[in-house]
């Protein structure tokens, strides 16, 4: 998808969060071009000095990781692009959407094709037999370098958020008390899977609503969390309605909740939701690694009725109720047969829990939770 693309446009850009395999997947994917990384600081002080020889006056072809450190690099990458018309010429990486998706926006709108990369799927952990039960995968979570240097998980994802804190909160907004934004993060994790209070969490941490959705804004631009919105066939009322917030990596999810063992996981009040938001963050790297924007929606009624993931074919609803129960029973599909008694026109339905056999019960499809990408995207 990523060659396909640079077939076609002079720029690629790839956003991700930290340590989702950007760098490695376009390195091994253009081995040809020259790389640059701008976290580097020499690099940075080269390209103040001197950006046309950093960019190899657009004769070569390059990578660019970490863009968003220098978005006036973009300026120069379009000068180029139009003078050579060369497609693949420049491929872009960057861990913080707004800062380089809005210089992309004023510099390079129609020049470059935009891909988004997650942490590792459950499918393609399954493809490289790496896939474990289910209290594993969310203890462990996602990360490629857990995987690829075997490093403990509580170890992994305390630096991991550390860095992130300190390159990308504290270069995005100027916060006094960090601890606070930290406090906000755990109280957030809390509330995985939940309807968002922004006034609740302002309260708990003692700032104002607006500096809430302020700091959301950057967890979400950074790629740490997604929100997703209600289902409503009115597409404007969605817009309005109150959103669940889930993470887009189960370890960091389970680091912040202070989660340590299988054991452990397996006795939380919680893990139905942490369950929930493994399954929801693989949804969204199915759609992305395929191509597609996710656009996954959730369903809650007056009377009750909850359906905890939607997503539309061709604007009819495909329900998927989510069990972190290993053993099914028929009283987990109950939600959805309810739905299906309201809902007449769907492209269908299924329960992805925490087992592994397959059936299908009253039309009603269910599947284990490695199956999500599958189920509900098809093959890759």
């Not at 938001?277 to 759609?287: F, L, T, Y």
Request: aromatic content about 8%; some cysteine; charged content about 20%.
């Amino acid at each position: 998808m990523i060659r396909k693309a640079a077939r076609s446009f002079p720029v690629v850009s790839l956003f991700g969060p930290r340590q989702s395999g950007k760098t490695t997947l376009v390195r091994a994917l253009f081995p040809d071009h020259h790389y640059i990384n701008l976290e580097n600081p020499e690099t940075r002080r080269f390209f103040s000095e001197d950006p046309r020889s950093l960019l190899r006056n657009g004769r070569e072809p390059l990578v660019v990781d970490e863009a968003q450190r220098e978005p006036e690099l973009l300026s120069w990458i379009q000068v180029f692009a139009d003078a050579q018309n060369s497609p693949g010429m420049f491929v872009l990486t960057g861990s913080n959407q707004p800062e380089l998706g809005q210089a992309i926006s004023q510099s390079l709108a129609g020049r470059t094709s935009i891909h988004y990369l997650l942490p590792l799927s459950l499918e393609e952990l399954s493809d490289q037999a790496l896939l474990g039960s289910r209290d594993q995968l969310l203890v462990n979570g996602c990360l490629p370098r857990l995987y690829d240097a075997n490093l403990p998980a509580d170890q992994l994802y305390s630096a991991y958020f550390a860095t992130y804190v300190e390159r990308d909160v504290r270069r995005l907004i100027h916060i006094r008390d960090m601890t606070k934004f930290e406090t906000f993060v755990r109280l957030l994790a809390g509330r995985v899977g939940q309807l968002v209070n922004l006034a609740a969490l302002g309260g708990d941490v003692g700032v104002s609503t607006p500096t809430i959705s302020g700091w959301l804004g950057v967890l979400e631009a950074s790629f740490l969390v997604m929100r997703v919105q209600p289902y409503h066939s009115n597409l404007g009322k969605r817009l309005v309605k109150t959103p669940k917030l889930y993470f887009t990596e189960p370890g960091l999810l389970a680091w912040l909740l202070q989660i340590e063992t299988e054991e452990q996981m397996a006795r939380d009040p919680l893990l139905g939701n942490i369950f929930e938001n493994m399954v929801m963050a693989e949804a969204s790297k199915a759609a992305w690694n395929r191509g597609q924007e996710p656009r996954l929606l959730f369903y809650r009624d007056k009377s009750g009725l909850e359906i905890d993931l939607i997503r539309e074919v061709q604007r009819r609803p495909f329900a998927v109720e989510v069990k972190a129960g290993r053993t099914f029973a028929r009283e987990m599909i109950a939600p959805l047969r309810r739905w299906q008694t309201l809902h007449g026109d769907l492209a269908g339905s299924a329960l992805v829990y925490g087992g592994d056999e397959e059936t299908v019960v009253d039309g009603i499809t269910v599947a284990p939770f490695y199956r999500t990408a599958s189920l509900l995207f098809g093959s890759a």
